[in-house]
């Protein structure tokens, strides 16, 4: 994401209201996942602005899917003027972002690579509610799929540090807050 702000704000700098029309300009294209309307029509937005068309309603006419604006109101946001500079760092920050995309890509191909021998645990993992591919990888690079070290479930629950702690003196009741445990096996 902290690649993607500076194009959005190199493409906002030429006096284009960006973000009232594709409202992910560029989007965030998780591995395994398309891009949205949104995040393609925004893509084909920036690229055109970088080949050098700046007319507003050939580059409304580039989008796709839902949008959050309507038809005049995006016309209306790409009214502007777009410099060579600003086409210069538009197109500095879209190349950046692609090749990072791309090393996300290959990433998530090592991984999956590396956790081949895992997948049938993955598969039973995925299918209890809320848990994505993703969590999942996680899950099992954290804890592994070895459970004989856990005596039962509250032991697991307890070494990720997920239950609230039981603080209890004198009859009061100190802070219930979960522990601070390995960074990996907490939710964001």
């Known amino acids: 994401m902290r690649a993607?702000?500076?194009?959005?704000m190199s493409a906002g700098n030429g006096s284009h209201q960006m973000s009232a029309g594709a409202s992910p300009?560029?989007?965030?294209?998780?591995?395994?996942?398309?891009?949205?309307?949104s995040a393609t029509s925004g893509r084909a937005i920036l690229k055109a602005l970088i080949a050098g068309d700046t007319d507003p309603t050939r580059l409304a006419d580039l989008t796709t899917g839902r949008l959050k604006a309507s038809r005049a109101q995006l016309i209306a946001a790409l009214q502007g003027r777009v410099t060579a500079h600003h086409r210069f760092m538009i197109d500095l920050h879209l190349t950046q972002i692609e090749a990072l995309d791309g090393a996300v890509r290959k990433l998530e191909g090592h991984l999956g690579e590396a956790l081949a021998r895992f997948?049938?645990?993955?598969?039973?993992?995925?299918t209890m509610p809320g848990l994505s591919d993703t969590a999942t990888r996680?899950?099992?690079a954290e804890i592994g799929v070895n459970m004989t070290r856990f005596p039962s479930a509250g032991h697991l629950v307890s070494w990720a540090g997920l239950c609230p702690r039981l603080d209890e003196s004198a009859g009061k009741r100190r802070?219930?807050?979960?522990?601070?445990?390995?960074p990996g096996s907490k939710p964001p």
């Open 25 to 37: 300009l560029i989007g965030i294209c998780w591995p395994g996942r398309r891009a949205a309307g």
């Open 119 to 126: 997948r049938a645990a993955a598969e039973r993992l995925t």
């Open 4 to 8: 993607k702000r500076p194009c959005w």
């Open 175 to 182: 802070s219930t807050r979960i522990r601070h445990a390995t």
């Open 138 to 140: 996680v899950l099992i």
